[in-house]
Nanobody
Framework: QVYLVESGGGLVQPGGSLRLSCAASGFTFGYYAIGWFRQAPGKEREGVSCISSSAGNTRYADLVKGRFTISRDNAKNTVWLQMNSLKPEDTAVYYC??????????????????WGQGTEVTVSS
């Protein structure tokens, strides 16, 4: 079966940094794009970033562009999300998810097929 496991979340001060990891198994990792989404309590799940299967293309939501960087190593079956200059509004559970072929143009969660359990990020003084 397909498994995605996020890690690296925690408590950081505003302006700080975290690096999230998404470890994958159960499918040919290098054939799929991987997206990061986040969800705060009582809010809809929103897209954060996506990276193509070969890492040739990346995209970011406007609110994180310039602060977050997505990367992957297909030999390690892992995707990372480096988060810098964190703000309180970045507080959420962060999820990684698979999508076929390339990153979609939008940020619709239904376009992603398999999801991890999430890792909590809290940005607070």
């Amino acid at each position: 079966q397909v498994y995605l496991v996020e890690s690296g979340g925690g408590l950081v001060q505003p302006g700080g940094s975290l690096r999230l990891s998404c470890a994958a198994s159960g499918f040919t990792f290098g054939y799929y794009a991987i997206g990061w989404f986040r969800q705060a309590p009582g809010k809809e799940r929103e897209g954060v970033s996506c990276i193509s299967s070969s890492a040739g293309n990346t995209r970011y939501a406007d609110l994180v562009k310039g602060r977050f960087t997505i990367s992957r190593d297909n030999a390690k079956n892992t995707v990372w999300l480096q988060m810098n200059s964190l703000k309180p509004e970045d507080t959420a559970v962060y999820y990684c998810a698979t999508t076929p072929l390339e990153c979609p143009k939008g940020w619709y969660p239904n376009e992603y097929d398999y999801w991890g359990q999430g890792t909590e990020v809290t940005v607070s003084s």
